[in-house]
């Protein structure tokens, strides 16, 4: 069974700053993508950023310049946050493309970590 697990959610002034971390453990062959998704209250989940195995990224134009996403291991993700404003305010989610001995492409989602910026 494969896992993702996120971190470092939390409340923060606007202007501040989280780390948000992930990490895949379980019966995992390789990771390719990793991304992060975020779903605000009544609004439907969007994609953040993404990073591939070979580091090409992405990032959503209401993002950009503001968030980085990096990957110091093969099975972790971070996304570090800068510049946060009240419309960062949401739950985070972990995502990744992964390949297990059984099945050679697999999504796998985390449970969430609520992120919000609020004087």
């Known amino acids: 069974q494969v896992q993702l697990v996120e971190s470092g959610g939390g409340l923060v002034q606007p202007g501040g700053s989280l780390r948000l971390s992930c990490v895949a453990s379980?019966?995992?062959?390789?990771?390719?993508?990793m991304a992060w998704y975020r779903q605000a209250p009544g609004k439907q989940r969007e994609l953040v950023a993404r990073m591939t195995s070979g580091a090409i990224t992405h990032y959503s134009d209401s993002v950009k310049g503001r968030f980085t996403i990096s990957r110091d291991h093969p099975k972790n993700s971070n996304l570090h946050m800068d510049s946060l404003q009240p419309e960062d305010t949401a739950v985070y989610y972990c995502?990744?493309?992964?390949?297990?001995?059984?099945?050679?492409?697999?999504?796998?989602w985390g449970q969430g970590t609520l992120v919000t910026v609020s004087s």
């Open positions: 995502n990744a493309q992964v390949a297990t001995m059984a099945v050679p492409s697999l999504e796998v």
């Open positions: 379980g019966s995992l062959f390789s990771v390719d993508a």
